[in-house]
Nanobody, 130 residues
């Protein structure tokens, strides 16, 4: 059974930090590129960050560069997103998603295509508000 479960969301004040985690099972984690994708209610998905199976190729959306750090632990089949200096505009549901890895995936157009991803979590709400 495939499982993709996010955790770590919550309510935080502007300037605060949160660490999201994504625990997975049922597939070969290291063979998948992993991404964090967020969505504000009623709006499009936004690809926040992604990295390849080995973790050496990483992509960030410009709005989070310098504030968010993505990482993965292939031994534990987990993906993380450390979010610092949070802003109200970071408020969204954050999803963890897995796509079959291939060379340069996180720099390709496919990276931004929902259909490229095989597995998605249920999402975790992040709310940044004073």
């Amino acid at each position: 059974e495939i499982q993709v479960v996010e955790s770590g969301g919550g309510l935080v004040q502007p300037g605060g930090s949160l660490r999201l985690s994504c625990e997975t099972s049922g597939f070969i984690f290291s063979a998948y590129a992993m991404s964090w994708v967020r969505q504000v209610s009623g709006e499009r998905l936004e690809w926040v960050s992604g990295l390849n199976g080995g973790g050496g190729m990483i992509s960030y959306v410009d709005s989070v560069k310098g504030r968010f750090t993505i990482s993965r632990d292939n031994a534990k089949n987990t993906l993380s997103l450390q979010m610092n200096s949070l802003k109200p505009e970071d408020t969204a549901v954050y999803y963890c998603a897995a796509a079959p890895d291939r060379i340069g995936f996180v720099y390709s157009r496919s990276y931004y295509q929902e259909s490229a991803y095989d597995f998605w979590g249920q999402g975790t709400q992040v709310t940044v508000s004073s």
